[in-house]
């Protein structure tokens, strides 16, 4: 068999591999590459025929993973997209919200110029989104599945997000058993909500993500103790209001899971807490839809509590009058809003209202890739732009990891380190920074294990 890394390659978005076997291809993600100015063209160019793919294999619904796979569909693939359910659920939403996306890039573009179309074209449209849809075929966790008389595919929980799975594949060349597996990406113990990533079976080859290799989760505090501690801060001690930018998809549930804990055992004051996204709530009704999956902890406190994801004062916030009338609520509160790096979404608005109010504190709980204006905000900036003005910052900045749902550099080795290092002959480094991959190959060389970083476009042979 032979291996091909397209995407992901000394970068973090954009993974796609292709496992091509004797008479059978196989896409293991398509996800939308946006490392360069240049993505929205580049994504469309396949280094492949669209329609020489046999089966798509789905890890998870995060759009690095899933968010090309319309365009692989408008361009001519015609076979199933094998994925567990959540993630069909999660997908179709984050899939929806990318088409908003590039049609908001092309209308803003359009501004003043009715007749001049200068936006972007967009990658894909609603359609191309619901025939992607109607492709998905669901599998089960732990299941083997037949693809076809040489392979097997089972999904194993990887963390990390609802639905999310490592790929295993079993298969037989000329009377010749190999095994091949694909992390995906690898999620943390002990995450609110999420199970912990179950450990693969011994593999022949392994292809495995990097993006914590040489960084390291701050383990001295707990989610608990971060939020106990902040929210006292910003809206006990002093009557103000606390601001945390969230994905609206798996750190939002987590988020609000959390507090909903910290209220019910009286760990905090209920304090008034406002989600203000619409696609957070969609996505909640999905985490209820499969709530047979989530961890036993979250499961333990519905039997003793109700819903996790409700409580009494919480709202979640559906239109935009209501959005805007908690600029007008004077108590104490909490508002989760999107997106979390700040780029566009409603939190621009609760920003623009609160960045100059010192009795404001934001906290960020995840990423924020360099441009945006939540770097900005991190790295200190006195002044920021919003929505076309300059605002001085006087709230209060704050960050904390807590919240990633990725495994860190000894969560990584140790998901290696579970393989024995003579029998698994190569592993295939991917999703990551190249310097965090030097560091996670330098890491399991020591533990004499075979890391090699995977190059774009090379193609691997695989005995
Ligand atoms: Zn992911």
Redesign the pocket.
Same mark, same amino acid.
């Given at each position: 068999m032979k291996l091909t890394v397209w995407g992901a390659a000394q970068q973090v978005t954009g993974s796609m591999h292709l496992l091509e076997l004797e008479n059978y291809k196989i896409l293991i993600d398509c996800g939308l590459d946006y490392e360069r100015n240049t993505w929205l063209e580049e994504n469309e160019q396949f280094p492949f025929l669209p329609s020489e793919i046999d089966v798509v294999v789905l890890?998870?619904?995060?759009i @690095?993973?899933s968010g090309n796979l319309p365009t692989l569909v408008r361009m001519g693939f015609e076979g199933q997209i094998l994925c567990t359910a959540p993630t069909a659920d999660l997908s179709e939403l984050l899939l929806l919200d990318s088409v908003n996306i590039f049609l908001n890039k092309q209308r803003k573009s359009r501004k003043g110029k009715r007749n001049h179309i200068t936006g972007p074209r967009p990658l894909y449209l609603q359609k191309h989104v619901m025939e992607t849809v109607d492709r998905f075929v669901c599998i089960a966790f732990n299941k083997p599945f037949k693809l076809n008389g040489e392979a097997t595919l089972t999904f194993v929980p990887s963390g990390?997000?609802l639905g999310?799975a490592s790929a295993v594949f079993t298969i037989n060349e000329q009377g010749k058993q190999k095994s091949i597996a694909f992390s995906? @990406?690898i999620g943390r113990k002990n995450y609110p909500v999420l199970n912990d990533p179950e450990s693969l079976p011994q593999v022949d080859y392994l292809v495995c993500e990097s993006t914590y290799g040489g960084r390291f989760h701050n383990k001295e505090k707990t989610i608990e103790q971060v939020l106990v501690d902040t929210v006292n801060e910003a809206c006990v001690k002093s009557p103000g209001r606390l601001i945390i930018p969230a994905f609206s998809i798996g750190r939002t549930q987590a988020l609000v899971y959390s507090l909903n804990k910290l209220f019910s055992k009286g760990l905090l004051p209920r304090i008034k807490v406002f989600v203000d996204s619409p696609m957070a709530a969609y996505a909640t009704e999905i985490f209820r839809k499969h709530h047979h999956l989530v961890n036993e902890e979250a499961q333990e406190f519905y039997r003793r509590e109700g819903d996790e994801f409700d409580f009494e004062n919480l709202d979640y916030v559906a239109d935009m009058n209501a959005s805007k009338a908690i600029s007008n609520y004077f108590e104490p509160c909490i508002i989760i809003s999107s997106a979390g790096m700040l780029e566009g979404g409603r939190i621009q608005d609760h920003l623009y209202y609160n960045i100059q109010n010192y009795y404001c504190t934001i906290l960020f709980i995840g990423y924020c890739a360099k441009n945006t204006l939540g770097h900005r905000l991190l790295r200190g900036d006195p002044i920021v732009t919003i929505r076309h003005r300059e605002l001085s910052v006087y709230a209060t900045i704050k960050q904390t990891d807590l919240f990633s749902?990725?495994a860190d550099h000894n969560d990584l080795v140790n998901f290696v380190k579970q393989q024995d290092s003579s029998t698994l002959k190569q592993i295939f480094l991917v999703h990551g920074e190249e310097s965090s991959m030097i560091k996670l190959q330098e890491a399991l060389s020591e533990e004499k294990f075979n890391a090699e970083i995977a190059l774009k476009g090379k193609t691997y042979i695989l005995n």
């Open positions: 890890t998870h619904a995060h @690095d993973h990390h997000l999310a995906g @990406d749902g990725h």
